[in-house]
Nanobody, 125 residues
Framework: QVQLVESGGGLVQAGGSLRLSCAAS????????MGWFRQAPGKEREFVAA????????YYADSVKGRFTISRDNAKNTVYLQMNSLKPEDTAVYYC??????????????????WGKGTQVTVSS
């Protein structure tokens, strides 16, 4: 059984930065692809970023490319999302997710079958 716990959310002014963390336990984190998704009020959950098990491949939504960076530390069973130049439209609950199958990383929500409970990020203008 996989457990994912996000942390690092909060309130920040536009232009500021936050770093989200997601700690994983239970299974073989180091050999699984990870992703970050977000859901704003009244909107569907959307893809933000994904990283392969090795960390060599990363993918980003166009809306965050150049501002957000996904990374991982397999020794700590943790994946990170560094968010810079935050905008009010980045306000959402951010979720980390794990793909429990060994396959190429992709920006597809249905491929991720374990999810954390989310952490709130609020960007004020």
């Amino acid at each position: 059984q996989v457990q994912l716990v996000e942390s690092g959310g909060g309130l920040v002014q536009a232009g500021g930065s936050l770093r989200l963390s997601c700690a994983a336990s239970g299974r073989t984190f180091s050999s699984r692809n990870m992703g970050w998704f977000r859901q704003a009020p009244g909107k569907e959950r959307e893809f933000v970023a994904a990283i392969s098990w090795s960390g060599r491949s990363t993918y980003y939504a166009d809306s965050v490319k150049g501002r957000f960076t996904i990374s991982r530390d397999n020794a700590k069973n943790t994946v990170y999302l560094q968010m810079n130049s935050l905008k009010p439209e980045d306000t959402a609950v951010y979720y980390c997710a794990l793909d429990d199958l060994v396959r190429p990383v992709a920006a597809t929500e249905r491929l991720f079958n374990y999810w954390g409970k989310g952490t709130q990020v609020t960007v004020s203008s």
